[in-house]
């Protein structure tokens, strides 16, 4: 076994007890202290950990040589600077979604860690549960064939955020997921964006993303805090199956379909008519893969000391942020044009190396 | 008991026995006679119903005085000759969806049935499932308070149609529904349709459409024909309670969710921060009101009936036809304009009196 | 193609009707007469398959040397009767279940067919599903190792009938299934039944069946008219695969999964703690075989015409009605006791050849 | 504020932990020691729960005048004793289900209890979730009308218990529950249990459970460890409505139907004719009332804490425990006997007061 990784996690707000229970638990890791400006709230999380250092101050923290990464729990508006600060203190990240709350700063961000030869890794969670791990395992392995439509439905009777709308609150689990099945990543050059605030909230609550995909397939999103039902639900249509993620149904969280719409090989370059007489349906049977019981965040815990050993890209890389980012953040260009169709900065972070 | 009108039906194909059947069996109707250019079929038909007469000649048919009503289910590209010739020779109509093939040709004929005092129905048969009648009876009695969303699913692995896209073949259900709960019919200035085609079948076979109401809120609807798993579900959301109408789910096709936000109503002038100290949840009982078992198809053609005997215009009249179609037509401008939101035409049929 | 064979159908009440629809549908088979007392109700089924000859005289009917069989829908007292003339007139026979109202009845039926070289057939129309010829044809190829229980549920809200109670009413559905899915029928050597008729109707409402089944096996059936909710749904446990059949669920009807408990064979002859130490758990995928889309009834006349054609037993033959009647007289039998074990009566019927 | 009760939590295992974290974090009382002759297992859960006392000795616990209950999750078959000590030593006591191994024991810590005026509460877990408390709420404000029926479903692939076998692991919680909503507790004189071990493990893995209720109703419990899916479901029939609880799906969790099947209430007396033409059906709406979130160890400890307060029986007083254990007992006999109805033993312990 090699020596344990050290590190801190900051900020112990709604997300940060989570990352530290998973830290302590983990062989990979000694979780060697948590730092929040608010010490109490920092004690609290130590307490039900175990009782490990405590401390409000950032900088000592960074300080501490023994330190090797930092877990970022903080507010989004403050992980450009506290993720900064980090690399320059040559610590490894992985920092909460979204990655920033801009692409100019969440770029930055990238290629300071990239100059530096550091891991920031997104915490893009979901993309570490079982269900997700075997969707990309599946589509990796060809066994969707080519990726015809992704259809993402979160839902829910939710709290409205004082500080972000419904797209920034929950799209970013979506389309991390997309972007983390799709080989390649999502790869949408525009986003249409239509938003509803009926209650007069002053944001969004009800949104919708419409993402087209390469080779005249489509992604769409539809999240919503107003719901009295709760659905958290992927459609995956692909040319050879069709994968339904019902995260909600514990007893069959995967189906795959063999269930579809064929076109006969020869008829694509030909006319309709001869198109329609080459169309035929597969009825086929369903399958439910098993999926081991794993906690998302401990697989997450795993693969970021994992990227740091081995001096690798993690799974869900700083790249991989920046991509939702730059959707996110073209999302909000579509919705002040009333929905119109609004490109995706790809000048910056769509280098997926 | 007054006395029984005479119903022809036009059009032998797939809904045509379906009508044939409810005025067969409709003690408001005679059958008397079923026309088709094929004779063959009509004949087929006719043998289903118990024997009634066949014809091949629309002329014959519309010539017989004895003939009080047409129900017509033709393709749609047929709709407005058929529907004219029959309004010229004074008989009332019930055309399927869609109303016409264009806006301009459905104004037309709802302005001559107008001036004709002719009873034009647009046989919108979800609209008289028991789950919509009593959608509509809800938020007409305001148990729903103000509507904020409608968010309508409706996909499956379904045909591939050769003339028509999934808009024009699925979304007239979903547009018609709304357009019968929303108390004033639809009213949606833009529409924003996304469409994919991603088999090459040269038609969208996926499609979204967003929709803006007054007051702030949102209409959308999701069509699909490459889905393996068929969802036929609306949730309409309003500021008293939330509704979720299930039609796959024959024990509880409609909840009604006693749950929901408010904001308290001092608060809407003020500011935002002011505001989310007054946003509360409400987490109520969730009801199930049962329906009776009624044939949507029977209650359509009394309907037909009682419009005719009242002189009045029948709840899916063709305005409500007609706004459909405007909002289709918007669509397919939409998709044109790769999603930006296209105005509705609301010259034609807006007169919803 | 040989020559169709023609049938009666006897009985135009409940059943009839479906039975001469699918007569008349079928290839094998030409609809030759509808036989009930009530000749206006006769008139009424042939009218709606197109007309076909009545008839208010069973007598003549069999008379006739060019019926070939009959297909007998009366009510159950009155089967011995009807079944026994028919084979006297040289008529293959199917019969709806229960196949008598006596085991003593139900016997000399199956031996005079016997003797007579005929088809006496017992409709079980829940056996010719899609779903439960594919249980069959599962079993049969081993795919769920040796059967360890079968827990059957057949609740919803029904009609109390006057003449027979839960048990006669709907427990014929599941005891003829797992006859017919088990090899070589049902093989339980006593019953016990419990019975509840908590309105005072004179008759139970609610009934459970247990049955043991050879090797430590058991089979449970539970039947309720009063339920609020409808539950059809059978669970079959084998030592490789367990299969879950649930009849309401049209997306997936059948799911066959590979999880269970498996116990290492050496220790099957050694003590509990050693038996305890060699216990595992599977936790394997889920399968849902997909299933054609076909009637029932469809299957059911088809397999009676290859049956009279090839001179064999149909796959529901009468002693599988004798062995469905033998638990229902012995459930009857234990009722009398308070829930005692009753012993079936397998004197008769039970030579499975 | 009253002051806060001392505890002791007995048992280290698998239950006592959640004792413990509920017990530390009620108002009403204070965790005082974690007691186990495991010491460090003892330890690992004091650590849990922010580090208080432990001791290997029950003897030194109970010889503590600080504690004023203990609360006991040991093996079933040492609660006799350790009660017995408990209750010697002046403390209240809550105990894990089963109340003791055998009928005779539990009568006589019953006895002990009222005599010392102490309380005895068995630790009936299920009885105090939210669901349970509204089902045992509506059934005493007579929504129900009089219970007809109840079945109850507890099946999953479950661990094969080395000690106990299905009845005596899973039956219990069916059994409380059902003894707490029923006004008076349950009241079966007889049960009839039908066991099977198909896999030869030594004892039953699937097990039946039919209960005659006074009236005429009836309660049946089906346990099931060999099972792939889960099931949790209990429905109780009643005059005026049905009850529906599916405790695995928290978004409806319970449901009430007021549909059922009515009798005219002069046709009782009359003959069976008669009463056929009095019946009727009710298909009226469906309520799901909303229920709490709240944990149900955190109810139980308070309603520990207040029949100590208070003086009185706890709502799943030792009596109930001791219902609960007479119906295992006579399940047992019935078992010796093949499944005969065994009566139940009302000797002891039937005195509800």
Avoid at 300 to 319: Q, Y
Wanted: glycine share 8%; net charge negative; charged share 20%.
């Amino acid at each position: 076994m090699t020596e344990r990784l050290n590190v801190a996690v900051v900020g112990a707000g709604y997300w940060g007890p989570n990352l530290a229970r998973n830290f302590a638990a983990s062989s990979e890791w000694d979780l060697a202290v948590i730092c929040d400006l608010d010490i109490e709230r920092a004690q609290q999380v130590s307490d039900r950990v175990g009782g490990v250092p405590v401390s409000a101050s950032l900088d000592e923290v960074l300080a501490d040589p023994a330190i090797d990464a930092v877990a970022i729990a903080t507010p989004a508006r403050t992980h450009h600077s506290v993720v900064m600060a980090a690399l320059a203190a040559g610590k490894h990240v992985t920092v909460e979604k979204p990655l920033a709350d801009t692409v100019e700063r969440g770029h930055e961000m990238v290629e300071t860690a990239r100059a530096e030869g550091l891991v920031l890794m997104a915490d893009h969670t979901y993309c570490y549960t079982p269900a997700v791990l075997k969707i990309r395992e599946l589509i990796a392995a060809g066994d969707l064939g080519d990726i015809l439509f992704i259809d993402s439905v979160r839902i829910n009777l939710g709290l409205i955020q004082p500080d972000v709308d419904v797209f920034w609150d929950l799209a970013p689990h979506d389309l991390s997921i997309i972007d983390f099945v799709l080989p390649g990543g999502i790869d949408s050059a525009t986003v249409s964006a239509h938003g509803a605030d009926p209650l007069r909230t002053g944001k969004s609550c009800i949104g919708y993303l419409a993402m087209p995909l390469a080779g005249g397939a489509m992604a769409h999103v539809h999240v919503n805090w107003l719901s009295p039902t709760k659905i958290r639900q992927m459609v995956i249509g692909g040319t050879k199956r069709t994968l339904v993620w019902d995260d909600l149904n514990p007893q069959q969280r995967l189906s795959v379909y063999d269930r579809g719409v064929d076109l006969a090989e020869q008829s694509k370059a030909t006319t309709t008519d001869a198109r329609a007489a080459n169309i035929s349906y597969r009825l086929g049977d369903t399958w439910a893969p098993a999926l081991p019981e794993k906690e998302a965040l401990s697989n997450m815990t795993a693969e970021f000391a994992s990227a740091i050993r081995d001096r690798r890209e993690a799974r869900t890389d700083g790249a991989s942020g920046l991509r939702v980012l730059s959707i996110l953040e073209a999302a909000k260009g579509s919705l002040g044009r009333d929905g119109a169709p609004y490109p995706v900065d790809t000048t910056h972070g769509t280098d997926r190396t």
